[in-house]
Nanobody, 124 residues
Framework: QVQLVESGGGLVQAGGSLRVSCAVS????????VGWFRQAPGKGREFVAA????????VYADSVKGRFSISRDNAKNTVYLQMNNLKPEDTAVYYC?????????????????WGQGTQVTVSS
């Protein structure tokens, strides 16, 4: 079983920065993907970014490209999402998730394990 624990959300003014973390523990595999998704009130879950643990491939949604950065700390088994130049429309609950392999990294239904979510609120 895989456990994911997110931390680091909060309230920030537009233009500010936040970093959210996702600590991965339990049984993982050699080739898995860690994805970040978000869900704003009244909206569906949206893909934000993904990182392939084996090989380090990284992709971003167009809406966050150039502002968000995903990275990892192998020693801590933790994935980070650095969010810069935040906008009010970035306000959402942010979730990290894990799936096997890389294919279909943007499909939330393909992810098997999810964290509890962390709230990010950007004021204008």
């Amino acid at each position: 079983q895989v456990q994911l624990v997110e931390s680091g959300g909060g309230l920030v003014q537009a233009g500010g920065s936040l970093r959210v973390s996702c600590a991965v523990s339990g049984r993982t595999f050699s080739d898995y993907t860690v994805g970040w998704f978000r869900q704003a009130p009244g909206k569906g879950r949206e893909f934000v970014a993904a990182l392939r643990w084996s090989g380090g491939s990284i992709v971003y949604a167009d809406s966050v490209k150039g502002r968000f950065s995903i990275s990892r700390d192998n020693a801590k088994n933790t994935v980070y999402l650095q969010m810069n130049n935040l906008k009010p429309e970035d306000t959402a609950v942010y979730y990290c998730a894990v799936k096997l392999y890389w294919r279909d990294y943007a499909r939330d239904e393909d992810y098997d394990h999810w964290g509890q979510g962390t709230q990010v609120t950007v004021s204008s």
